[in-house]
Nanobody
Framework: QVQLVESGGGLVQAGGSLRLSCAASGRTFSTRTMGWFRQAPGKEREFVAA????????SYVDSVKGRFTISRDNAKNTMYLQMNSLKPDDTAVYYC??????????????????WGQGTQVTVSS
């Protein structure tokens, strides 16, 4: 069992920055591909970014490329999402998620088996 806890959300003006963190319990963090998803009111959950077990490979949705950076520190069992140049359209609840051990990067929420409770990000115009 893996527990994931997000932090770092908040209210920021357009053009500002936030850094989200996802702390994982247990000893299997380094064996799992990790991802960030978001869900805005009235919309489906959307893939944002994912990172491979070692951190060497990453993937982003087109709308955040060049603005968001996903990273991880396996020694600290923590994943991060640095969000710069934030836009009102980035407003959503952001969730971190973990795949089953030893899987490759997936963009589909259905492939992730553990989820955090979410952290709210609100970007004002």
């Amino acid at each position: 069992q893996v527990q994931l806890v997000e932090s770092g959300g908040g209210l920021v003006q357009a053009g500002g920055s936030l850094r989200l963190s996802c702390a994982a319990s247990g000893r299997t963090f380094s064996t799992r591909t990790m991802g960030w998803f978001r869900q805005a009111p009235g919309k489906e959950r959307e893939f944002v970014a994912a990172i491979s077990r070692s951190g060497a490979s990453t993937s982003y949705v087109d709308s955040v490329k060049g603005r968001f950076t996903i990273s991880r520190d396996n020694a600290k069992n923590t994943m991060y999402l640095q969000m710069n140049s934030l836009k009102p359209d980035d407003t959503a609840v952001y969730y971190c998620a973990a795949e089953p051990a030893l899987r490759g990067i997936s963009l589909s929420a259905a492939d992730y088996v553990y989820w955090g409770q979410g952290t709210q990000v609100t970007v004002s115009s």
